[in-house]
C-alpha cells in the first residue's frame, strides 16, 4: 500500500465531501435500523483485518510519523484491538434504552425512558501523532452506534488513512455508510461543518478546537474537541522512586514526546528532590536512539519545540540532563531532538505555561501536598495528570485536587489505552469525552418518553381551568414538599389529598 498524498485534483472538495456526507445520510437509516448485534459482526470482519495486518500497520506508523515500532505497537495497534473487542461486546448494552427511576412520590405516576439514538452523520478529523489508535477507536464507536462516518486523517500520515480505508471497508459495509477523505486541514473543518455533519469529533491544537467551535455556531453542531495539554506528574516524598523515574521518563519521552497526555511537569517533594532528580537525569542519560526516544514527525515541528526550550533558557531556566546525540541516519538526522530536563523553571517560561510537544520536562519542587496542586493547576490546560505514592489514600485524595479529566496513580499518559476509561480534558484541552461508556453515548443523541401509567386519569391536577381550588392544591403541595417543619407539611396533606382527586374528574 503506498503513501503518497494525493495531488490537489485528487483531494477532496467541500463540494465532493458535501456529496459524500448526502451519501452517508442515504445509507445511515438502513445501518441504524440493523439490530446492534448485526451492526457488531459485521465490524468483527474489520477486527480480523487488524489482526492479520499487525505488521504491515505498525510499520506504516512507523515510517510516516517516525515513531518507533515500538511505540506503534504498543501504544497504537495494541490498543485498538483491545478497543474494538471491548465495544462490540459492550455496544448492545450501551445503545439499549433504560430507566431514569422516580424522582418523586408526587409523579409517582410518572415512568421515564431514555432511548439512545444516533446523530446520523459523524464527522472525524484525527491528528498525526497518534494517527491510528485515535481515529480507529472513533469510527468503530460511531458505526456501532449507528451512525454514517466520514473520516478524514492528518496530510502527514496518509498511509494510515488509507489502511484505516481498508480495514473499514473490509465489514462490508454499506456504500457510502463510510468515507475517507483527503484534504489539507485548513480547509477540513470549515468543510465538514458547512458540508452537513450531525456531529464533529477533532483531535488537535487548542487554536483550532476554537475556530471550529466559532463555525459550529452557526449551526449549533455538537463537537467533542480533544486538545492540547501541559501534564503534571506529583512526585510525592513516600513514592516509589524507581517506578516513579521510569514511569515519568516513558510518559515523558516515548513518542518522542509528542503525546498531549506526556508528562511536562514534573513536581517532586522537596525531601527527595534532589536523589530522584539525581536518580531520573542517569536514567536519560542512558536513553540511546531507538531505545525510547525516536525522531521529531516533522522538521518544522522540531524547530517549534526547539524555539521554545530556547525561550526557557533566556529566561533562566538550566538544562539538568540531555541524552545522547544522535547519530547521523539518512532521511530523518535533521529531525531528533534529544530528551531534555529543565531545572530552575518559573511560571512565565513555555514549559509552565504552554504546550510543549516534544522530549522536554521541567523539574520543580514542591514543599507539601497544598503546593503541588497549585503548581499542578497553574496551567490552562486540564487533560491528565499523575500522582506517584505509596499512600493510596493520600494519592487518591491529590488525585481529585488535579484539575485534569484523568488522573492515574503510580502511573501516567496510559489510561487512553483502557477502553473502559473516558478521555478527555478540562479548560484548554477540550469538551467532551471519547472511550468508554461516556464516549460511546457522545455517538449518541438522548430521547427521554414519558409515559403515564395511572388509569382513567381524565386530567392532570394543574391543568385547566385553573379556580382557587387548584391554586389552593398546588399552593398544598409546595407546603408538603418545602415546608420548615413537620407540622406545617402533615398540615398540608389534606390539601394534597383533596386535588389529587381532581385528576378523575370531567
Known amino acids: ?102 424522582g418523586s412520590l408526587l409523579m409517582f405516576n410518572k415512568r421515564s425512558r431514555l432511548v439512545y439514538k444516533p446523530y446520523g452523520v459523524v464527522g472525524i478529523i484525527s491528528p498525526w501523532n497518534y494517527p491510528f489508535a485515535i481515529p480507529f477507536s472513533e469510527v468503530m464507536m460511531a458505526l456501532l452506534a449507528g451512525n454514517a462516518v466520514i473520516l478524514k486523517t492528518a496530510s502527514l500520515t496518509p498511509g494510515v488513512g488509507r489502511m484505516l480505508e481498508a480495514l473499514f471497508n473490509a465489514a462490508e459495509l454499506p456504500d457510502g455508510l463510510f468515507s475517507y477523505v483527503e484534504m489539507p486541514g485548513s480547509e477540513a473543518g470549515p468543510a465538514f461543518i458547512r458540508g452537513g455533519v450531525d456531529k464533529l469529533f477533532f483531535t488537535g491544537s487548542s487554536a483550532t478546537g476554537r475556530e471550529l467551535m466559532a463555525l459550529a455556531a452557526e449551526r449549533l ?57 539525581e536518580k531520573f537525569c542517569a536514567l536519560v542519560r542512558e536513553l540511546k536512539p531507538g531505545d525510547g526516544l525516536g525522531p521529531m514527525a516533522t522538521l518544522r515541528h ?12 533566556a529566561s533562566g531556566a538550566k538544562i539538568a540532563v540531555q541524552s545522547d546525540a544522535w547519530p547521523t541516519v539518512q532521511g530523518v538526522e535533521n529531525r531528533f531532538l534529544p530528551a531534555t530536563v529543565l531545572t530552575d523553571v518559573t511560571p512565565d517560561m513555555p514549559i509552565m505555561n504552554a504546550e510543549v510537544f516534544g522530549p522536554v520536562v521541567a523539574a520543580l519542587p514542591f514543599k507539601d501536598d497544598a503546593e503541588a496542586l497549585r503548581l499542578a493547576n497553574r496551567s490552562s490546560y486540564g487533560l491528565t495528570g499523575s500522582v506517584w505514592s505509596r499512600n493510596s489514600r493520600r494519592a487518591r485524595r491529590l488525585a481529585c485536587g488535579i484539575n485534569a479529566g484523568a488522573v492515574m496513580i503510580n502511573d501516567h ?92 374528574e370531567k
Not at 302 to 313: G, M, P, S, Y
Request: with cysteine; hydrophobic share 40%; glycine share 10%.
Open 302 to 313: 522540531k524547530e517549534v519545540v526547539q524555539q521554545q526550550i530556547d525561550a526557557c533558557l
Open 413 to 504: 499518559l496510559m489510561s487512553h489505552g483502557l477502553a473502559e476509561t473516558p478521555w478527555g480534558g478540562f479548560g484548554d484541552s477540550g469538551i467532551g469525552r471519547t472511550h468508554g461508556e461516556l464516549g460511546f453515548r457522545e455517538m449518541l443523541k438522548v430521547q427521554v418518553i414519558v409515559d403515564d401509567i395511572l388509569p382513567l386519569v381524565k386530567r392532570n391536577l394543574f391543568w385547566h381551568p385553573y379556580t382557587e381550588k387548584v391554586y389552593r392544591g398546588v399552593r398544598a403541595i409546595a407546603e408538603f414538599l418545602g415546608g420548615q417543619t413537620a407540622a406545617s407539611r402533615l398540615k398540608a396533606l389534606p390539601g394534597v389529598l383533596r386535588i389529587f382527586f381532581r385528576c378523575w
Open 1 to 102: 500500500m503506498g503513501t503518497e498524498i494525493k495531488g490537489k485534483d485528487e483531494q477532496e472538495t467541500a463540494a465532493s465531501l458535501a456529496a459524500k456526507i448526502a451519501e452517508g445520510r442515504a445509507a445511515q437509516s438502513d445501518w441504524a435500523a440493523r439490530p446492534c448485534r448485526e451492526r457488531a459482526a459485521c465490524l468483527r470482519k474489520s477486527v480480523k483485518y487488524l489482526g492479520s495486518h499487525i505488521d504491515e500497520i505498525t510499520e506504516i506508523i512507523h515510517r510516516e510519523n517516525g515513531k518507533l515500532k515500538t511505540d506503534a505497537l504498543a501504544a497504537e495497534v495494541l490498543p485498538a484491538l483491545m478497543a474494538a473487542r471491548y465495544y462490540i461486546r459492550m455496544s448492545r448494552r450501551f445503545c439499549a434504552p433504560g430507566r431514569t427511576g422516580g
Open 221 to 277: 453542531l455538537p463537537l467533542v474537541l480533544e486538545l492540547g495539554g501541559s501534564d503534571a506528574a506529583i512526585i510525592c516524598d513516600d513514592a516509589d522512586t524507581d517506578r516513579a523515574a521510569w514511569g515519568v521518563i516513558w510518559a515523558g519521552f516515548s513518542n518522542a514526546g509528542q503525546s498531549c497526555g506526556g508528562v511536562q511537569r514534573i513536581l517532586i517533594h522537596e525531601k527527595i528532590y534532589g536523589p530522584f532528580l
